[in-house]
């Protein structure tokens, strides 16, 4: 039941929200040669200029007529170039973005630092209004209601949350222009931090770190009196702000190449692409030790940290896509899919992924070496690289993986999609000593420990038959060990050798049958 | 082909069936049971009702398991058997002839003839329909009354509590389970109760149930003439074998259906099994304590049925339990329990107790005077590694031997605080700065 701060709480976060969501609506646009001059390369200056000479006057009140006549003037002079043949003016920049920004006028630009302000302040404030209350009960997991609630039992709050983030998604990756308004809010924060303008990129990394920093406060209260998910939740609060979020932005305030240490091929699948490559290699020694680095953490830190530790030293303490999953998504983790049929796609798809990223890398790096773009005479290594990366990259990565949280459960992406998991997991699998130990025979086929596994593994199948957990998807995150009734559960480390002893079929306690096996 | 017929598709009865098929791929498997059509975790009845899970989570196989097992399941009330001509019939009157019979019926909630008894809003817990009931007759009421003071009476005041409905307890007794755990145990449960906001009503007792006009519960009175208004009561006065059908069918019963060590009953080919029999002789564990003649657990229930499916596939064999254990848990303390503990010590025992500062935490051994050798273990709000116990009281390992290498035997989540330490009579570690804050 709700108590009255956290009513209020509910309500300055909706006020706040609706305040950030609307601010998209405030501006109108005017395109002017001004707005054309600091935003399109001179050289295509004043054919520009003159296809969009219609416009100049106009005061758009939306977006969307703005973009939509933008875009169509650029289409007809493209179809003019393409009609007299005269291919090399064609313009492929993407103009919509850098115009719309510039083009916005009236209330909204001149006051964005207010509504900026303004609306993340009741976002937050009311955000941790609601949460903190909790505090106030005994520690101890509730997981009350739940399946009664429509946010987290894919009722009709959690279908128009998912419809809102995969609209987001859509809207970040493929349509940025409309999101013009919450670029120009985060402007200043971005001149703070790293000098330059907002991109859609900053924004979406500011508001990232800022939810997995709240809803992780929301964890370290849900998980009091657990200090292996408290402890957790800190390290992904920490590697998300600092490595993901911070230092990045420091490093190109002086003008450095841009990294995010924490993260590494092959989830950062474009770490070896040309461009990246000859950024760093312009940046001399700091560019050729991020190049050391990010080769070193796949090939030498996942082997060697997943063999002592496990894959969930990365997937539940590190990563950034673990971060988001296990605070934000930790709401959605129920509703992962356990049946065998999910696990065997899992096992094609996630591997298959994992078989794309490293071909499509070794055709990239064959082309940068040898300058050469087909592999092997037909694998065209930019078609694989820009499949690769609408593919996965954007439609798998961001919208099914975040935007269906609140329909397939805060793994998606990982369990499915991501790489460097399959990685990990392939290591985990066979050289580990990381193992959940079944307890004797202490189960008794509950299931909150497989209904709680955000990886959709049935850890209840090897429970009640008192086998250890070995499985290469488990992120570690402990949760069905600390949602386990009976104390059933424990993720240990210990030698490689024991974690997978003969199954015998009658579990610890019957002692009037012997079984060979 | 031989013709196994197993009635009820609990914990026992499933067990029978896999471990029947495991060993014998011809046998032909038949499981009839009235409750449900697949087989669901009974111990997860009150996680359902609280909302962190759905029904469909509580079944431990997918439906498509025992299809591929060729274990066939029948949904049907068995009214009869028919010893004489080996069949069974069910309600529908359709008769099905049997080989081998299991029964593992499981148990019925037990009642005590209270005045108003069949007032609306007053029932027990054990299966399906009682939660349906449950959740119907709960629905916007804001008081209710549990009695009893045992596992299902607490698990249904954690139920009510978790909707919000304000909770009596009674309990007959000084403190809370006293039929199975000692004094400070009681306590500390007692007090945690208490902490969640359930009025606890320890020596007190039901005397009567009083309805409203439409025939719903309005209030009960205690032994002691108070009247306390509830609009629900859950009964948690523990349970009995479910065996009435089976009165005219020449199989001897007692309490339960009576059995040896094999789970044979007086008649050839009939079997009974989990909470529904009753042993004929006591049995004795290995570490050499006394059973119970009527074992109502999870556990024994598999037991039983990975025994029982020995002898059905040829290789007559006893029962023959280790050292036994439970476990349960008290809203958020859980309880773990290794060996023969007793509510009181037993003659020529003695007791070493452990109580965390926090008052919420604590480990009793106990173990024989003469050489010191231990006898049970038993922890709340601590896990312990089941192996480990096992060995220390199977091989009855003295004392002070146990207390120093404790730590073998802490299954606690990783960076759980170090209480093995205390055992020796430390002070506990200051509390991190994570723990202050949240
Ligand atoms: C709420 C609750 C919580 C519990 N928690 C725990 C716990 O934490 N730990 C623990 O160790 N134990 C616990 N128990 C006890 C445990 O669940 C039982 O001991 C166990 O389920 C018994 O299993 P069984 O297979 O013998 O019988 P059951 O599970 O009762 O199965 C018997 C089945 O047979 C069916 N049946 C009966 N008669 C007929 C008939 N004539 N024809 C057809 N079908 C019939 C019934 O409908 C039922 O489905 C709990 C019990 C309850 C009610
Ligand atoms: S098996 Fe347990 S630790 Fe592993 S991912 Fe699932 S819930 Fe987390
Ligand atoms: S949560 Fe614990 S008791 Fe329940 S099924 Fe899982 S391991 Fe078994």
């Not at chain 1, 983030?165 to 859509?170: A, E, M, R």
């Not at chain 1, 590494?264 to 461009?275: A, E, G, H, T, V």
């Not at chain 1, 798809?349 to 499509?360: E, S, T, Y």
């Not at chain 2, 208004?229 to 069918?249: D, I, M």
Request: contains cysteine; aromatic residues 12%.
């Amino acid at each position: 039941m709700l108590t009255n701060t956290q009513r209020i709480g509910l309500t300055l976060f909706l006020i706040g929200f609706a305040l950030f969501v609307g601010s998209l609506s405030l501006s109108r646009y005017q395109l002017t040669d001004a707005v054309l001059t600091s935003t399109v390369k001179k050289e295509q200056l004043a054919a520009v200029e003159s296809a969009t000479s219609g416009m100049q006057g106009t005061v758009y009140g939306s977006a969307f007529g703005f973009v939509s006549d933008f875009k169509s003037a650029i289409a007809k002079l493209n179809d003019g170039y393409k009609a007299r043949n005269e291919k090399d003016k064609i313009i492929n920049d993407d103009y919509a973005f850098p115009v719309t920004k510039a083009a916005s006028i009236g209330f909204f630009p001149d006051n964005s630092l207010l509504f900026f302000c303004l609306s993340l302040l009741l976002c937050v404030g009311g955000a941790l209004l609601y949460i903190i209350p909790k505090k106030r009960q005994l520690p101890g997991i509730k997981n009350n209601g739940v399946f009664h609630n429509p946010a987290t039992n894919r009722g009709w709050i959690g279908i128009v949350i998912g419809s809102f983030l995969i609209g987001f998604y859509v809207l970040l990756y493929f349509y940025p222009e409309y999101l013009t308004n919450w670029v120009l809010m985060f402007d200043p924060l971005s001149r703070l931090l790293n000098g330059g303008p907002a991109s859609q990129w900053f924004v979406y990394g500011t508001l990232y770190t800022l939810a997995i920093l709240v809803m992780g406060v929301r964890m370290l209260v849900k998980y009091r009196g657990n200090p292996y998910q408290q402890i957790r939740t800190v390290s992904v609060m920490f590697f998300q702000t600092c490595f993901a979020f911070l230092i990045p932005e420091l490093l190109s305030l002086f003008n450095q190449p841009a990294q995010d240490l924490k993260n590494m091929w092959p989830l950062d699948y474009s770490f070896y692409f040309d461009y990246r490559l000859d950024q760093k290699i312009q940046a001399g020694t700091f560019g050729l030790f991020l190049l050391v680095w990010g080769t070193a953490l796949w090939l030498i830190g996942v082997p060697v940290m997943t063999y002592f530790f496990g894959k969930r030293w990365y997937c539940s303490w590190v990563c950034g896509c673990g971060g988001l999953a296990e605070t934000l998504g930790d709401p959605y983790r129920q509703l992962s899919d356990k049946r065998l049929v999910a696990w065997k796609f899992e096992r094609v798809v996630v591997h298959g992924v994992l078989v794309f990223a490293v071909v499509m890398t070794v055709a990239v790096l064959y082309t940068y070496v040898s300058g050469q773009s087909a592999l092997f005479g037909f694998l065209d290594s930019y078609s694989l690289r820009s499949g690769y990366g609408f593919a996965i990259g954007s439609i798998f990565a961001g919208v099914v993986g975040t935007g269906f949280y609140p329909v397939m459960g805060n793994r998606v992406w990982c369990r499915f999609g991501c790489p460097l998991a399959a990685y990990l997991g392939l290591v985990q699998r066979f050289k580990s000593r990381f193992r959940i130990t079944t307890n004797g025979g202490q189960c008794i086929s509950c299931g909150n420990c497989s209904t709680y596994c955000e990886m959709g593994i049935d850890v209840r199948w090897y429970a009640q038959r008192g086998q250890d957990i070995v499985r290469s998807s488990c992120v570690g995150c402990g949760v069905c060990s600390a949602v386990c009734p009976r104390g059933v559960l424990n993720l240990e480390n210990d030698d490689e050798t024991n974690r997978m002893p003969a199954i015998n079929p009658i579990l610890l306690g019957n002692d009037g049958i012997r079984v060979n096996v | 082909m031989k013709h196994i017929i197993i009635i009820g598709n609990g914990i026992a009865g499933i067990t029978t069936a896999r471990h029947v098929r495991q060993q014998d791929d011809s046998a032909r498997i038949t499981v009839i049971s009235a409750e449900s059509e697949h087989f669901y975790s009974r111990t997860a009845l009150m996680y359902i009702y609280m909302g962190h899970m759905t029904y469909e989570h509580t079944k431990p196989y997918e439906d498509w398991f025992w299809k591929k097992n060729r274990i066939d399941l029948v949904r049907g009330y068995v009214g009869e058997v028919d010893t004489g001509a080996k069949r069974i019939r069910l309600i529908d009157d359709t008769w099905l002839d049997y080989d081998a019979l299991v029964i593992a019926t499981g148990s019925v909630s037990s009642t005590v003839n209270w005045p108003g008894l069949d007032a609306t809003g007053v029932q027990g817990l054990y299966g399906l329909p009682d939660l349906e009931s449950m959740e119907h007759h709960t629905r916007d009421i804001d008081r209710a009354v549990v009695v009893g003071g045992g596992l299902i009476g607490i698990e249904m005041a954690e139920m009510l509590h978790s909707r919000h409905i304000a909770v009596t307890m009674l309990v007959r007794d000084t403190h809370y389970w006293s039929s199975t755990i000692p004094a400070e145990e009681g306590e500390l449960i007692g007090r945690h109760v208490r902490q969640h906001g359930v009025d606890l009503q320890l020596q007190t007792e039901l005397n009567e149930i009083l309805a409203d006009d439409n025939g719903h519960v309005r209030a009960i009175v205690t032994t002691d003439e108070r009247e306390i208004a509830c609009q629900f009561v859950g009964l948690g006065v523990g349970v009995t074998p479910n065996v009435s059908f089976l009165k005219t069918s020449g199989i001897e019963l007692g309490k339960g259906v009576l059995v040896n060590e094999y789970f044979e009953t007086n008649i050839p080919d009939v079997y009974a099994i989990g909470d529904c029999n009753e042993f004929r002789a006591p049995i004795a564990g290995t570490d050499g304590s006394p059973r119970k003649a009527i074992e109502q657990i999870w556990y024994t229930g598999r037991m039983h049925g990975e025994t029982v499916a020995q002898t059905l596939c040829g290789n007559r064999t006893a029962y023959q339990p280790g050292v036994f254990f439970n476990s349960a848990k008290f809203f958020d303390i859980e309880y773990q329990t290794y060996g023969t503990m007793n509510a009181r010590l037993a003659e020529g025992e003695k007791t070493y107790y452990w109580e965390h500062p926090n008052g919420q935490q604590c480990l009793r051994i106990n173990y024989a005077a003469k050489g010191e050798g231990v006898v049970g273990i038993h922890a709340f709000g601590l896990r312990l590694r089941h192996a480990v116990c096992e060995r220390w009281i199977r091989e009855h390992r003295p004392l002070p031997e146990v207390l120093s290498q404790f730590q073998q035997a802490d299954f606690n989540p990783e960076f759980s605080e170090n209480y093995t330490d205390q055992l020796a009579g430390k002070a506990p570690p200051r509390k991190s700065w994570l723990q202050r804050l949240f």
